[in-house]
Nanobody
Framework: VQLVESGGGSVQPGSSLRLSCAAS????????MTWVRQAPGKRPERVAS????????YVIDAVKGRFTISRDNAKNILYLQMNNLKPEDTAIYHC???????????WGPGTQVTVSS
């Protein structure tokens, strides 16, 4: 199983980023997927989840209306579109298999998102 995140960066508040998670080594279309973030000094926080076919999604209240999770099962890629970014969104963002996933050992290495003025 391999998960590789990309698309992070340093941006100003109000900006947008689209994160990608390239998956391999398992049947992507059979698995629900999730995005988790961890800010410095804080516990990991589940951000968004999507069912295997993409018909069901979930985002936490803190990002509702700003973040959208999606997937392309033909390309084995998971996405997180992040709009109107805020400083409190600063974190390393990881993707993982499953509707929820608290096993950090199974996440991808992550991509850093930094939001500051």
């Amino acid at each position: 199983v391999q998960l590789v995140e990309s698309g992070g960066g340093s941006v100003q508040p109000g900006s947008s980023l689209r994160l990608s998670c390239a998956a391999s080594g398992f049947v992507f279309e059979y698995n629900d997927m999730t995005w988790v973030r961890q800010a410095p000094g804080k516990r990991p926080e589940r951000v968004a989840s999507i069912s295997n076919g993409g018909e069901n999604t979930y985002v936490i209240d803190a990002v509702k209306g700003r973040f959208t999770i999606s997937r392309d099962n033909a390309k084995n890629i998971l996405y997180l579109q992040m709009n109107n970014l805020k400083p409190e969104d600063t974190a390393i963002y990881h993707c993982g298999r499953g509707w929820t996933n608290s096993n950090s050992a199974s996440w991808g290495p992550g991509t850093q998102v930094t939001v500051s003025s």
